[in-house]
RNA sequence: GCGCCGGUAGCUCAGCUGGAUAGAGCACCAGACUUCGAAUCUGGGGGUCAGGGGUUCGAAUCCCUUCCGGCGCGCCA
């Protein structure tokens, strides 16, 4: 897509007068030349009372320059006395430079929300830099249940996160669309169908998929090939029906993603490695010639004893020499390849394709894999690529505070489906990411549709509704204001911002400012329940300003004899839900105007 | 036994990659509806950041160690 570069914003300004004002300290011989600057920042200060910002620089220069803090402090401060957009400078502590900008400097980053609309908060920081996100990844051997959807939820939303930071995304979705997984769902097929032409087929065998999902399969193998599949020998009629079971589950999987409003780029078959050429021999052989693979003996595994141990020579990938534990095999005893030499293949695929930068998005069973993978992505891509593993946490299915019970050997489960049809997909993919992606988390069927504070999800959207509603009311109050949204935001864009003074709203404006900081962070820490945080804190201070209303209606957003001043304020609100909408268009949720 | 992830208010969790007096919601207590939708808001009590050591101007955050919980530990994916 092509856009043109977003306005750096308030925070990313500020940081630029700050470097400039070492430098030119640096210029003054001050600071010795050279010197490292990475480590200044400046932030918000967590007591309001110390200013607007804050930055750390005389602390963090302080050793490196041989000078004390509050030495440096002093004079950086009085380079930045001289700056356009700062009202007052004070060295405070051990050496921070507090500031406190002009009012104007909040006004027009609130004027800015309004201008750029869905676009606020928009950032360059990636440099359009390929990154590949790939999540999910689910056997395609059944429905998606309530586990697997917080991984798809969680890294699609990375993703349009990523996409919004300026980076050049992919999203992903891997088919393990091979192994023994994939034969016992064969097998469980073939007998669907025969059950399908009235054999009686007695109960599912221990090991295969019994779940009644499967009988699909037999039933379309009967309509397409009627008897004929049992005249066949089991290595013609087995592709056939691997084949077909493969595509009804995933059709079913793409489904019940797109309910949730997941929809991958592209979908990469495991399969596909081995299918046309040998991807993962080609692979390894790489590898071997760079000496990272070796045939040799593993210690028995500690821990758990595996009962059919056998000490053998076997093929072994060198993971040791970046940073792993043991070598690990790339071959079973049978000479099929493990699925870690397959995985290897595949993200050498990715890397192939131009990704220096991958995301993979795990549940936490697969935690124990992350260094060997890591090892992996070194060594095929002699250290340019870099991969982050996301390990996503168990989800805790409750109702009222009592766990719903789940029993996946009786092929009882709650799928992703019907949560999705009990609460909607909102609910889910909000709750889904306002929690790290490494904690555990409840997820209360009751709970998400209550409408009340205690539902995060119903109080960020009231948040962006109520903008909506004051809208409606300011149309009534002033016949006059422009119906269409387009000629509402033309007015509001130029609107007396400077009537604003009271402590919420300049509050507010400084939280509006603050989007495309908390944007810019969460993208480049791959965190993107920052967003869900920070917009549940927006929706605070958004209500408290209205409430304020009702004990001081000189403080309404409305009144009704003093126009300028209500539009004033309606841009204050407009520049809120901008940020709602902007904000929960990241996370894949809906942003209604009304909650009715 | 080893590795990874966790341990922050009674409960559920944040804590902006090392910043100033550790924050929010629930619960508890006390308040605010002739309202721009009270589906909301205001105030209050509540902490040995699991314990101990270290690094430095400064640690919930980084390092070491102990304890507790979860996950994993060739030929499952």
Known sequence: ??????????????????????????????????????????????????????????????????????????ALAGKLRGDALVETVDVAGPGFINLTLKPEAWLEATRAAIVAGKDYGRSAVGKAAKVNVEYVSANPTGPMHVGHCRGAVFGDALASLLAFAGFEVCREYYINDAGAQIEALTQSGWLRYREALGENIGAIPEGLYPGDYVKQVGEELKVDYGADLLKKPESEWKPIVRERAINIMMADIRNDLWSLGVVPDMFFSEASLTEDGDKVAETIDVLRKQGKVYEGRLPPPKGAPVDDYEDREQTLFRSTDFGD?????????????????????????????????????????????????????????????????????????LRDGQPVKMSKRAGEFVTLREVVEEVGSDAVRFMMLYRKNDAVLDFDLARVKEQSRDNPVFYVQYGHARGHSIFRMAGEAFPKLPEEPADRLALLAKAPLARLTDAGELSLMRKIAAFPRVVEAAALSHEPHRIAFYLYELAAEFHAQWTKGKDLPHLRFIIQNDEELSVARLALVQSAVTVFAAGLKLLGVGAPEEMR
Request: proline letters at 5%; charged letters at 25%.
């Open 1 to 74: 897509m092509a856009t043109s570069t977003p306005p750096r914003h308030l925070f990313a300004d500020m940081h630029d007068r700050v470097i400039a004002a070492n430098q030119a300290l640096i210029a003054d011989g001050v600071l010795p030349k050279g010197i490292d600057l990475s480590r200044v920042l400046i932030e918000p200060p967590r007591d309001p009372s110390h200013g607007d910002m804050a930055t750390n620089a005389a602390m963090v220069l302080a050793k490196d320059a041989g000078k004390k803090p509050r030495e440096i402090a002093d």
């Open 325 to 397: 534990d043991v070598d690990r095999p790339l071959k079973k005893s049978d000479g099929s390849y493990t699925y870690f030499a397959s995985d290897i293949a595949y993200h050498k695929s990715k890397i192939d394709r131009g990704f220096l930068s991958m995301i993979d998005v795990w549940g936490a069973d697969h935690g124990g894999y992350v260094k060997r993978m890591q090892a992996a992505v070194k060594a095929i891509s002699g250290g340019k690529a870099d991969l982050d593993v996301k390990i996503i946490q168990l989800v805790k299915l």
